[in-house]
C-alpha cells in the first residue's frame, strides 16, 4: 500500500469517527481564553465539511465571528478512539441549510428551522490529531493481567496514531475579514446602559456624569453614544444638563455609578449620531444580548426614528 492510500485511508476513519460519535466538544477562542461546550455534529464527508445548528444568541457565534480558528475532539469510546480536529468555522445565517440539516430533536431549542435566532456553522477540517486504542476491552484487561505477573508494563499504547491533513490545498480554506472586538471603554458602557448607570469620564478634557442610553457605531465605524449628561463641563455655550453625542475613543477616565435615569422620552426624540446601535435603553431585545456586538454584526440595527 503506498502512502496515497495510508492517507485516504486515515481521512476516511477521521470521517467515520465524526459520523459514528455525532456528539463532541468544540473549542473556541474568546476574550477570557479559551471556552469549549458539547454541539452535535451534521457531517457532509463530500463537501469536507461539519456543519452545526445553533444559536445567534450564544456566545460562541460571537467567538467565532472575531477568531474563525476552532478545535473538535471526538471520543468514541467503545473503540477507545480519540480524535481533535482544528478547522476554520464561519457563522452564516442560512435558513434553508438549517432545514437541510434538521432533526427533531432541534424542535426543542426553536421553533423549527426558520426561527430568527437559529443560525448554522459551517466548519472546514483542516488537521486531526487521531489516537486510535486497543478496540477490545477484554485486550486491555489481558494486557494488565500480563503485566502484574510479569512485572513489565500493560501494552495498552495507541494501535495507530495519524497525524491527517483534512483539506487539500488552502483555496478551499475561506476565511472572512478579521472582526474588531469593541473596546474596554465600549464594553464598560455598554454594562452601564444595560444596568441603567450613570457613567463618570473626562470627555474632551471636561469632566461629565451621564446617563448613557443608545451604544453603538457612527456612519464612519467610529464607536459611538449618545446620552443625558446630567453633571460636569461641556463646550462653550452648552447648557449641562442636556442630550449630547460622544466618540468612544474621547473618553477617558471612566468608571460606572448609580443615578437617576433618564430614557430619552421613550424616543419621542430622534437621533442620527449612532446609525449601527447595538444597545437602546428603550429596546428590550437589546438589552438580552450577552455581549455587545462588533461593527458589521447582522444583529446591529439602525437608529429608532421619533
Known amino acids: 500500500m503506498n502512502a496515497k492510500d495510508n492517507a485516504d485511508d486515515s481521512v476516511d476513519r477521521v470521517w467515520d469517527i465524526i459520523e459514528k460519535v455525532g456528539v463532541?466538544?468544540?473549542?473556541?477562542?474568546?476574550?477570557?481564553?479559551?471556552?469549549?461546550r458539547p454541539v452535535e455534529s451534521r457531517p457532509d464527508r463530500k463537501a469536507g465539511l461539519i456543519w452545526f445548528v445553533t444559536d445567534r444568541r450564544s456566545g460562541k457565534e460571537h467567538e467565532i465571528e472575531a477568531e474563525h480558528d476552532v478545535g473538535l475532539v471526538f471520543i468514541d469510546l467503545k473503540d477507545k478512539a480519540y480524535l481533535s480536529i482544528t478547522a476554520c468555522a464561519e457563522v452564516l445565517d442560512d435558513?434553508?441549510?438549517?432545514?437541510e440539516i434538521w432533526r427533531k430533536t432541534d424542535d426543542l431549542w426553536w421553533d423549527g428551522?426558520?426561527?430568527?435566532?437559529?443560525?448554522?456553522?459551517?466548519?472546514?477540517?483542516?488537521?486531526?490529531?487521531?489516537?486510535?486504542?486497543?478496540?477490545?476491552?477484554?485486550?486491555?484487561?489481558?494486557?494488565?493481567?500480563?503485566?502484574?505477573?510479569?512485572?513489565g508494563k500493560p501494552n495498552l499504547g495507541e494501535n495507530r496514531k495519524a497525524t491527517v491533513r483534512m483539506a487539500r490545498g488552502t483555496a478551499a480554506i475561506r476565511r472572512s475579514p478579521p472582526v474588531h472586538q469593541p473596546s474596554r471603554t465600549y464594553q464598560l458602557i455598554w454594562k452601564a446602559v444595560r444596568t441603567r448607570k450613570h457613567i463618570l469620564c473626562d470627555y474632551?478634557?471636561?469632566?461629565?456624569?451621564?446617563?448613557?442610553?443608545?451604544?453603538?457605531?457612527?456612519?464612519?465605524q467610529r464607536e459611538a453614544l449618545a446620552g443625558y449628561q446630567v453633571r460636569g463641563k461641556t463646550s462653550p455655550g452648552r447648557t449641562v444638563p442636556g442630550w449630547r453625542d460622544f466618540f468612544v475613543d474621547q473618553i477617558e477616565n471612566l468608571s460606572l455609578k448609580t443615578g437617576d435615569?433618564?430614557?430619552w422620552?421613550?424616543?419621542?426624540?430622534?437621533?442620527?449620531?449612532?446609525?449601527?446601535?447595538?444597545?437602546d435603553a428603550n429596546i428590550p431585545d437589546t438589552l438580552m444580548r450577552r455581549a455587545p456586538r462588533p461593527f458589521g454584526h447582522p444583529e446591529l440595527r439602525p437608529p429608532r426614528r421619533g
Not at 435558513?95 to 432545514?99: L, Q
Not at 486491555?140 to 512485572?151: C, N, R
Not at 424616543?267 to 442620527?272: I, L, R, T, Y
Request: a positive charge; one cysteine or more; glycine letters at 6%.
Open 24 to 36: 463532541c466538544m468544540l473549542t473556541t477562542r474568546s476574550p477570557a481564553g479559551l471556552r469549549a
Open 95 to 99: 435558513h434553508a441549510k438549517a432545514a
Open 113 to 151: 428551522p426558520d426561527d430568527p435566532n437559529v443560525c448554522v456553522l459551517r466548519v472546514r477540517p483542516l488537521t486531526a490529531e487521531l489516537w486510535d486504542g486497543p478496540s477490545s476491552k477484554a485486550v486491555a484487561i489481558y494486557e494488565i493481567a500480563k503485566a502484574k505477573l510479569t512485572g
Open 204 to 220: 474632551h478634557g471636561r469632566p461629565r456624569e451621564i446617563c448613557p442610553v443608545i451604544l453603538g457605531y457612527s456612519k464612519d
Open 261 to 263: 435615569w433618564f430614557d
Open 265 to 279: 422620552g421613550s424616543h419621542k426624540q430622534a437621533q442620527q449620531f449612532v446609525q449601527h446601535v447595538d444597545v
